[in-house]
T-cell receptor, first 112, second 115 residues
Framework: GNSVTQMEGPVTLSEEAFLTINCTYTATGYPSLFWYVQYPGEGLQLLLKATKADDKGSNKGFEATYRKETTSFHLEKGSVQVSDSAVYFCALRSNQGGKLIFGQGTELSVKP | GAVVSQHPSRVICKSGTSVKIECRSLDFQATTMFWYRQFPKKSLMLMATSNEGSKATYEQGVEKDKFLINHASLTLSTLTVTSAHPEDSSFYIC???????????FGSGTRLTVV
């Protein structure tokens, strides 16, 4: 079946450090891939998405590229801020309008 | 646009009682709503998918008689945890999809504590 695996957290970085959160997936066909962010006490917000191979999603300085050859969708940001502290979820959807399958989430803590 | 309101945000109930959680799409009609359960340090586990006017589709291993889902209108879905027990304590999150569109909007979640 479809599944998503993320790197274990928590990840602790200093402000302005480079961030990578690894995400790999298993799916049949050509899924759409997403990154969601959950700030403390809140629901999930869509951060970025990519719907086909080699697409790059980007938002708020975050980027992720859909790599079909390595079945990966790693999240990167060149310079993190304290306000980026949150839990990040990688997810896939196998068909339009279908259910989202989430990874286990990676907690990011950015220190000043 | 695309706001989903989930209520209550926190609830404490006694073991054996039932609790109802509401999920409302405030500015759009949600043909499909999803209910998730989130454990500490764990991912979101999809419990069920509900479509307006029809029975919910439950994921494997989710007790449909314990977690009653009703999607009576295009703007409201409810999850009722019946005869709650301490092991039902968790964070429950709903998500709504606007008909004909591909985006999902999440509620802010409900922290349920059963004592």
């Amino acid at each position: 079946g479809n599944s998503v695996t993320q790197m274990e957290g928590p990840v602790t970085l200093s402000e302005e450090a480079f961030l990578t959160i690894n995400c790999t997936y298993t799916a049949t066909g050509y899924p759409s891939l997403f990154w969601y962010v959950q700030y403390p006490g809140e629901g999930l917000q869509l951060l970025l998405k990519a719907t086909k191979a080699d697409d790059k999603g980007s938002n708020k300085g975050f980027e992720a590229t859909y790599r079909k050859e390595t079945t990966s969708f790693h999240l990167e940001k060149g310079s993190v801020q304290v306000s980026d502290s949150a839990v990040y979820f990688c997810a896939l959807r196998s068909n339009q309008g279908g259910k989202l399958i989430f990874g286990q989430g990676t907690e990011l803590s950015v220190k000043p | 646009g695309a706001v989903v309101s989930q209520h209550p945000s926190r609830v404490i109930c006694k073991s054996g009682t039932s609790v109802k959680i509401e999920c409302r799409s405030l500015d759009f009609q949600a043909t499909t709503m999803f209910w998730y359960r989130q454990f500490p340090k764990k991912s979101l586990m999809l419990m069920a998918t509900s479509n307006e006017g029809s029975k919910a589709t439950y994921e494997q291993g989710v007790e449909k008689d314990k977690f009653l889902i009703n999607h009576a209108s295009l703007t409201l879905s409810t999850l009722t945890v019946t005869s709650a027990h301490p092991e039902d304590s968790s964070f429950y999150i709903c998500s709504a999809r606007k008909g004909g569109e591909d985006g999902y909007t999440f509620g802010s979640g409900t922290r349920l504590t059963v004592v």
